[in-house]
Every structure is written in structure tokens, then in C-alpha cells.
């Protein structure tokens, strides 16, 4: 029944254009950076690997998602 009610409130926002949903790796990756996700709903077999490569010299980090 909880399952239920998340999916109406999913299609809900969805149909009332509410901008509270975001879609894809990138957009719901960056939302959890920002600690703007209340629910996420995941697909399991996702092939996604995210990896972070650090510049040695200057010490940026840069964050890339690759498909396997």
C-alpha cells in the first residue's frame, strides 16, 4: 500500500508540472549532492559507474558517469 500511495504522488507531481521531480543518472545525482531528494526510486539493473578522477596538480575532482 506505501508503494502505492509513492507512485500517485510521483504521477501527481508529474501531471501538475510541479518541478519537484527530476529524472536520468545527472539530474538526480546532482539533487542528492544538494540533499534536495525526499524519495528516490531506482531502477535495479541500472548499468552506471560513476568515477571520480582528482587532478594531482591543482586537487580538483572531477565526477564522470559511464555507461558499462
Known sequence: MHEKKIIGKFFEEISMDTQL????VQDT???MEHG???TMMLFENIEIMR???KNPVTGVVAVHLLNT
Request: net charge negative; aromatic share 16%; glycine share 8%.
Open 29 to 31: 545525482i546532482k539533487a
Open 36 to 38: 534536495a531528494l525526499e
Open 51 to 53: 568515477y571520480e578522477i
Open 21 to 24: 521531480i527530476c529524472f536520468g
